[in-house]
């Protein structure tokens, strides 16, 4: 059952480290357990993002604190790093089976994302129209959006949302970011999948609510949403493993997932005429290099003191540079690991990389 926990699936989010896993796994076991001789350890996961990360140190964890500055990342942490009691996963389960018949059969509410990011006829597009969705999925997820805000009580929110939430983000014309739809190159206008229409069954399939899937470890969890330097202030001083990926570029995460806060949210207002995008999406440190360079020493500088041991995640593109990370990491016992992957190109702000990207990990503990 904890497979299917870790690998059921997920927001569809360019950085998540699923991939990393088995690595992530392989330093823990094979590092730092016997170093630390416990059964289990308390863990810190600073930018959780999709959770994936959170989800397999579970495992290893008597208590893990995860974090994400998102609003979207937090919710959908929580549905999964707190498992709700058996009564109210039946609960649970009565709203998801509730709102796949709405979806089946309708009857159908139009909301804000139907009036803004989608199109009024799927199948033909007019040149000012968003097309984020097709016009039977936005209605879709403004349906079941209703239906959250009606029926699904204060406690039970997070454990809804969440799944509808990840199939917002995989049913979408988009390629991993929500900072653009796809269109036709010449038209200009929307089209799903692009100009050679591809990826249609992702794009226009329909959109079906799955149930979570809860670890079968026993821990404990809490789930932060703030900034991860001042969540560090909070955290108790006999912590193992603190883990870190933050953000490595100028893209912040808070424009390019914005469509999940929108859904959260159920509001769209002070928003880009073009591209629909709200103006008051979180902007972060970590997305520009002076004040990620000094956010990240004091990060490092303040983390120390708390753990044992810091497993931080980055890459050769980031935009804090390796002679900076040598500056920074002057203080500490440093082991580096890399692993060379495969470039993902597909929005258009990412056409110009290279083909391989070496993720790097490295390994920091006092001197």
Not at 271 to 287: L, V
Not at 301 to 308: H, L, V
Request: aromatic content about 12%; overall charge neutral; charged content about 30%.
């Amino acid at each position: 059952m904890n497979e299917e926990y870790e690998n059921q699936r997920m927001l569809t989010c360019i950085g998540n480290k699923r991939k990393l896993l088995s690595n992530i796994k392989e330093l823990i076991e094979g590092e730092i357990f016997p170093l630390i001789q416990k059964d289990k350890l308390n863990i810190v996961d600073g930018f959780s993002g999709s959770s994936v990360v959170s989800r397999a140190l579970s495992q290893y964890s008597e208590t893990i604190y995860s974090n994400d500055i998102e609003k979207y990342s937090y919710i959908m942490t929580y549905c999964f790093l707190v498992k709700p009691s058996l009564l109210d996963q039946e609960r649970i389960k009565y709203h998801i089976d509730t709102m796949n018949k709405l979806a089946e059969n309708g009857p159908y509410y139009k909301g804000l994302i139907t009036e803004l990011y989608s199109p009024e006829d799927t199948e033909n597009p007019k040149k000012d129209e968003r097309c984020f969705y097709t016009k039977e999925n936005a209605l879709i997820i403004d349906t079941l959006r209703k239906y959250i805000n009606d029926n699904v009580p204060e406690e039970l929110f997070n454990y809804c949302i969440t799944p509808l939430l990840i199939k917002a983000s995989i049913h979408v014309n988009t390629s991993g970011v929500f900072r653009g739809f796809h269109k036709n190159k010449e038209t200009k206008i929307g089209a799903w999948g692009g100009t050679k229409g591809n990826d249609l069954d992702r794009i226009k399939g329909k959109i079906i609510l799955e149930m979570p899937i809860w670890s079968n470890y026993e821990f404990k969890s809490t789930v932060y949403n703030k900034d991860i330097n001042k969540v560090i202030d909070e955290l108790p001083e006999d912590i193992d493993i603190i883990y870190f990926d933050p953000p490595y570029n100028q893209h912040p995460y808070g424009s390019n997932y914005f469509m999940l806060n929108v859904i959260i949210e159920n509001r769209s207002e002070n928003r880009s005429r073009i591209s629909g995008i709200p103006k008051d999406w979180i902007r972060s440190d970590y997305n520009y290099d002076k004040s990620a360079i000094k956010s990240m020493r004091e990060l490092i500088n303040k983390s120390i003191e708390k753990t044992k041991y810091i497993i931080l995640s980055y890459n050769n593109e980031g935009i804090i540079p390796l002679d900076e990370w040598d500056k920074i990491f002057e203080p500490y016992n440093i082991t580096k690991y890399e692993y060379p992957y495969d470039t993902f190109k597909g929005s258009k702000n990412l056409k110009n990389r290279g083909n391989k990207v070496i993720e790097i990990m490295y390994l920091i503990s006092k001197k």
